[in-house]
């Protein structure tokens, strides 16, 4: 990052619930400014996800903020999110700050009564960070959580109100009309908010609008006349937009092509994380991508040439609803029917024959059995692997070129040699082997996060899982480039850009 004099202009993006557009909307505007000249940096305070990323100074981030800076330009930093929550079950999370695994806690700690001296622990990173990013940057584009509406966790708050203030950033407010109730959506957020939150809002933005535009007029006119607030525009829905998906895992794709796909089976747990690892397959034209639930029963599944076991925050837990339901069953009879199966991070623990957690640190101190299809055995221990890795992918005595990361606690050691099919290493490091492929061809684990995002390495583990002609992988980064200049055109042509870089300015209330 350069430096400069002057602090930079900031904005904050608020939404009226989870989904209502606050992550698009800010990737596309740093976009917009990005296209501009100008450095832009994003910023979300606090973050609640599962798919997470690692960062040029070492550290972990959401997924979001990663996809922000990418829309930006400049490599992402742990600065952009400052504060990181990875649930491990209903009301435990991880708590990662300024890159680093702080501590595991209960949801009534973080969130509770109890929790005014923690928060305002983390409050203080939240702000530091944020400080460096405006002597830093030119813009900073700020991205909120959930709700500002979220009366019960207004105490305390260092996501949406509570940061807006400390910060003194000014806030537009985003609601998705094609969830249906827009206008009572931003009408009610607005009411919840006290009398010095709601000045803070300096304008609506209604997402996600299919229709004649002239439909919605006089309810603009309305809302404008009730609130006291311009609408800054409202913007389309846009089709197809390739973007990395903060938690929610989106619908697949299934093959369009007339020639037999492959098809791909992806076992979704309770605690599954960076599930971004299928988004080349469901891609795919030649991939048949479905998702099914760990807890429905197999009988269910569709027949599969490849099964993908995902990476997960608890392991151990998600491994024993694979069991309970009778995957294991399930995936045997895949074997032996000459199936294809590939484990990422989690999923390659689950695939050795002993997970050992001695000091609980994703669930219950304790050893589970593990599949037993690769003979390993995995320790969790503290300090986390994070790191950004490039090297080969060697497979059917060919290697190619992959790229991806590594996130994981785990340390998975071989009971007697194995080829291992990876050779990675972080910059300037020298390559190291990883994962591990059984000796009948049919079995293949890795820690590498978006090993399917490299077009050559893609290419060959669908060849390895079946499909005769897999010269249609996908370039996700193309996509992904091509998609956040779609959405910046969007905004350029319906929003108010000119009023919202006059609202782009500190605000004393």
Same mark, same amino acid.
């Given at each position: ?31 917009? /400014?990005a ?5 832009? !940096?994003?910023?979300? @305070? ?11 100074d ?21 600065? /952009?999110?400052?504060?990181?929550l =990875?649930?491990?079950?209903d ?15 209960e !949801? ?10 923690y ?10 960070? /944020?400080?460096?990013?405006? =002597? ?16 019960? +966790? ?12 400390a910060a ?24 919840l ?15 996600r609008?299919?229709?004649? &535009? ?17 609408v800054?525009?409202?913007? @389309? ?12 895992? !989106? ?28 988004d ?13 639930h ?14 993908i $076991? ?8 998600? +491994?024993?609803? $694979? ?5 294991q ?14 484990? &990422? ?12 957690? @001695? ?6 101190a ?17 300090? =986390?692997q ?65 090993? /399917? ?21 996908? !370039? ?9 200049n ?10 108010n ?6 609202m782009?300015? @500190?605000?004393?209330?």
């Amino acid at each position: 990052m350069t430096s400069s004099s002057n602090q930079a202009l900031t904005l904050m993006v608020q939404g009226t619930a989870s989904d209502a557009g606050k992550t698009t909307l800010v990737a596309g505007l740093c976009r917009v /400014f990005a296209r501009r000249g100008l450095r832009v !940096a994003p910023f979300k @305070p606090q973050n609640m996800a599962l798919n997470s990323a690692v960062t040029c100074d070492g550290g972990e981030i959401g997924r979001a903020q990663a996809l922000q800076a990418v829309a930006c330009g400049v490599p992402a930093h742990t600065d /952009f999110n400052p504060v990181l929550l =990875k649930p491990q079950s209903d009301t435990r999370a991880q708590v990662i700050v300024q890159g680093r695994a702080l501590s595991v806690v209960e !949801a009534n700690d973080f969130f509770g009564p109890g929790a005014r001296h923690y928060k305002q622990r983390v409050m203080t990173a939240v702000l530091d960070s /944020f400080d460096r990013l405006r =002597k830093a940057y030119e813009r900073v584009l700020v991205e909120g959580a959930g709700s500002p509406a979220e009366i019960n +966790l207004r105490d305390n708050d260092i996501a949406n109100m509570g940061f807006a203030e400390a910060a003194d950033c000014p806030v537009i407010l985003v609601a998705d009309i094609d969830k249906g109730g827009v206008f009572a959506q931003l009408y009610g957020t607005l009411m919840l908010l006290s009398e010095a939150e709601r000045a803070r809002v300096k304008g609506l933005v209604i997402n996600r609008f299919r229709g004649d &535009i002239g439909l919605l007029e006089s309810g603009l006119t309305m809302i404008e006349a009730l609130t006291g607030k311009p609408v800054l525009g409202v913007v @389309p829905y846009l089709d197809n937009l390739v973007l990395d998906a903060e938690d929610a895992i !989106a619908h697949h794709t299934s093959a369009s092509s007339d020639e037999r796909p492959l098809k791909v089976v992806v076992l979704v747990t309770p605690r599954i994380s960076n599930h971004t690892d299928v988004d080349a397959l469901r891609l795919h034209p030649r991939v048949e991508l479905t998702l099914v639930h760990a807890g429905s029963s197999p009988a269910q599944c569709p027949a599969a040439d490849l099964v993908i $076991l995902p990476g997960s925050k608890a392991v151990r837990d998600d +491994l024993a609803v $694979l069991r309970g339901n009778g995957w294991q069953a399930w995936l045997d009879r895949h074997l032996r029917y000459g199936g294809k199966l590939i484990g &990422i991070c989690g999923g390659y623990q689950m695939l050795g024959e002993r997970i050992d957690d @001695p000091q609980g640190l994703e669930s219950a101190a304790g050893s589970s059995d593990g599949l037993g299809y690769l003979p390993m055995t995995t320790i969790l221990e503290t300090g =986390k692997q994070l790191r950004n890795v490039t090297g080969t992918l060697s497979l059917d005595g060919v290697s190619r070129p992959v790229h991806g990361y590594e996130i994981h606690c785990g340390r998975s050691e071989a009971r007697r040699k194995q080829a291992a099919p990876f050779m990675l290493a972080s910059e300037g490091g020298v390559p190291q082997p990883d994962g591990m492929i059984s000796s009948d061809n049919q079995v293949l684990g890795t820690y590498l996060h978006g090993l /399917f995002d490299s077009v050559e390495a893609c290419n060959a583990l669908l060849a390895w899982a079946g499909l005769n002609d897999s010269r249609q992988a996908v !370039a996700l980064d193309a996509l992904r480039e091509a998609s956040l200049n779609r959405l910046a055109d969007s905004l350029e042509t319906h929003l108010n850009l000119d009023l919202i870089e006059q609202m782009m300015q @500190p605000t004393t209330q």
